[in-house]
């Protein structure tokens, strides 16, 4: 007499093995966290890209800005500064991957990567390889200052403006 195996045992012998089954769910998780560190490393090395945000932007009046300090301006995401010589406007974002910099007692601190910067927005240690962006500053015929993030400028320069002549004075 010949034996037969039961129908059940033929299914069983179809199905996937369980080593084969901890192979391939090993395999889809591997392939799943590779994806995930790729998409991380692209969005990491890629800045964050502000689309629709108007080169000139007005700061206010002069008078906003009280001689020898920095002020922060979020909506501007910028730092205005007001010495005797002038005023100057320098981006609150780090140069390496568009974080907002911090105050701190010394300076400037990226709270992402660590990358330092003098009181001026100038690296002073990284991973940023350059200052912090600085833009040109003006008044416009309302005696406003506004900035325009089109003109850049040299780190450390300032605008000399007759209305911060006209307030120390006055």
């Known amino acids: 007499m010949k034996k037969t195996r039961p129908p059940e045992a033929a ?12 192979a391939d769910s090993g395999r889809l998780v591997t392939a799943a966290c590779l ?48 010495k005797a010589h002038g005023f100057a406007a320098f981006s609150s974002r780090c140069p390496h991957l568009g974080c907002t910099v911090r105050r701190t007692t010394t300076g400037f601190r990226c709270p992402c990567h660590g990358a330092r910067f003098d009181p001026e927005g100038r690296v002073v240690s990284g991973p940023a390889r350059r200052a912090l962006d600085w833009f040109a500053v003006e008044t416009g015929p309302d005696g406003q200052l506004w900035v325009d993030r089109s003109r850049a400028t040299e780190p450390g320069s300032f605008t000399p403006l007759r209305v911060a002549a006209a307030e120390s004075a006055g």
Not at 11 to 22: C, G, T
Not at 38 to 61: H, I, Q, Y
Request: with cysteine; hydrophobic share 40%; aromatic share 6%.
């Open 35 to 82: 994806a995930g560190v790729t998409a991380g490393a692209v969005r990491l090395s890629l800045p964050d890209v502000e689309s629709g945000r108007r080169p000139r932007a007005r700061l206010g009046a002069p008078a906003d800005f009280k001689m020898g300090t920095v002020t922060w301006l979020q909506e501007h995401e910028l730092f205005v500064c007001h």
């Open 11 to 22: 299914s069983v012998s179809d199905a996937v093995s369980r080593r084969d089954f901890l």
